[in-house]
């Protein structure tokens, strides 16, 4: 079933609904108005004083005495029933009912009268002796045949109601999903020619206006997330380019290997071995991006000074080769975050300051409340360069001829983005070279 029918189906329902409603109202409180009209007329003449002069000629309504044995006072056709004859008896209080006979409809009040009642009677006022019930009759015939052409009516008015709400429905259902009809043709052609750069109108201030908005909003942040593969993609290929065109010139000069002395051959080979191990941290650092924003896997309280206690004894391993003095200072907080991506983010942190501080240097690592800093005594880095620091690929001049990729501190960009927090570099005013400072909501016991 499709949206259009479905809009129809229910404008037509809801307005079945309310005139079949309204009729059942209308007849109802016809039939109520009339039958209680009646019914206070014969109440009012069951409660009158017996009159000896009463008329018992039918004149539109009558009344009758049944007695016990079930005869009648005068004789009349009605008939006498259980329901009569259990008033008559004493067994039952007043009843009004509609009753049939003859073709004729009547409405019916039966009294009950105590032992020993006066009544009107043909020579004039009698008194009888047993329990007896007292007949009042109404015709009502007329008002039956009034009802029942007040069904026919509305019966009529409804169907003409639902045809009308049926020829609505179609006009409101093509009215009100035009607008949404053309959303939908516009979203189609974007899905189309794939033109990421096409916008909605927005319109008005309602909902068709605020999905314009939204898909505005999707088809930028589209846009946007395909911009950064392409500019991904073409970084990385011309950071591979350098290793790769090193690698096949050294391959080349192997070919030549019985030319070369043991020392030339060494040092082709170590050279060979580094480009590779510079391809292997560029592809790792590469996967590492990949994974976007929001990395998998459920957060979880750790304990920041554990964390860099760890990373910083694998960077000490690399600072002893040269002579680099590695301080910590840290005091125990709490995080929530991923430990692989934690401890990624404060190793390349580390990795990048054994790579600027010169030999016999040091590096300062603080942590406290949720705060991780970490500075080097190397050249530290420029204020030109610092808006450039967390780029994709990005080295300044003076490390362009350091191992690396330049990704490692977009790796921390990333993942402190994605628990919430901040990093920041400046100069560190103690040791004089880069200090990078991550702050992380501090999880309170």
């Not at 191990?277 to 979880?300: F, K, M, N, Q």
């Not at 400046?426 to 200090?435: Q, T």
Request: glycine share 6%; hydrophobic share 40%.
């Amino acid at each position: 079933m499709t949206f259009r029918t479905r809009v129809i189906a229910a404008t037509v329902a809801a307005a079945a609904i309310a005139v079949i409603l309204a009729c059942f109202a209308s007849y109802f409180t016809t039939r109520s108005a009339l039958f209680h009209s009646v019914d206070e007329s014969l109440i009012e003449a069951s409660e009158q004083t017996p009159n000896p002069h009463y008329d018992y000629r039918p004149v539109g309504s009558y009344s009758e005495i049944v007695l016990p044995n079930g005869q009648t006072l005068p004789s009349s056709n009605v008939p006498v029933d259980a329901a009569i004859m259990s008033v008559a008896k004493g067994k039952s209080k007043r009843v009004i009912r509609t009753v049939s006979f003859d073709g004729q409809d009547y409405r019916e009040l039966i009294a009950p009268l105590p032992a020993n009642s006066v009544v009107a009677c043909s020579t004039g006022v009698c008194q009888i002796s047993t329990t007896s019930a007292q007949l009042y009759i109404v015709d009502i015939t007329g008002e039956v045949t009034e009802l029942s052409h007040l069904v026919a009516t509305l019966m009529l008015v409804a169907a003409g109601g639902l045809l009308l709400a049926l020829a609505l429905g179609f006009f409101l259902a093509r009215q009100a999903l035009h607008p949404l009809v053309e959303v939908t043709n516009e979203i189609e052609t974007v899905a189309t020619t794939n033109d990421l750069q096409y916008r909605l109108k927005e319109g008005d201030e309602d909902e068709l206006g605020r999905l314009r908005r939204v898909f505005n909003r999707l088809l930028h942040t589209v846009e946007s997330s395909q911009t950064l593969q392409r500019q991904l993609v073409l970084d990385a290929s011309h950071e591979l380019r350098t290793p790769l065109t090193s690698l096949r010139t050294n391959a080349q000069v192997l070919s030549r290997a019985d030319e070369l002395s043991p020392v030339e051959l060494r040092q082709i080979t170590d050279d060979m071995v580094t480009q590779v191990d510079e391809l292997a941290a560029l592809v790792s650092d590469l996967g590492e991006l990949a994974r976007g924003e929001r990395s998998e896997g459920e957060l979880e309280v750790l304990r920041l000074d554990d964390a860099i206690d760890e990373c910083v004894e694998t960077a000490r391993t690399y600072a002893r080769i040269r002579d680099i003095t590695i301080d910590v200072d840290v005091e125990t907080s709490r995080v929530r975050a991923r430990h692989d991506r934690l401890n990624r983010a404060i190793s390349n942190l580390l990795t990048n300051a054994v790579k600027f501080t010169p030999v016999g240097g040091t590096i300062a690592v603080r942590s406290a409340h949720g705060t991780v800093s970490v500075a080097d005594s190397g050249p530290g880095i420029s204020d030109d360069d610092r808006p450039f620091v967390f780029d994709r690929f990005w080295r300044s001049p003076s490390a362009r001829s350091l191992p690396g990729s330049g990704l490692g501190l977009s790796i921390v960009a990333q993942v402190v983005a994605e628990i919430d927090g901040t990093v920041s570099v400046e100069r560190d005013p103690a040791l004089g070279g880069a200090r990078v400072t991550i702050e992380l909501p501090e999880v309170l016991d």
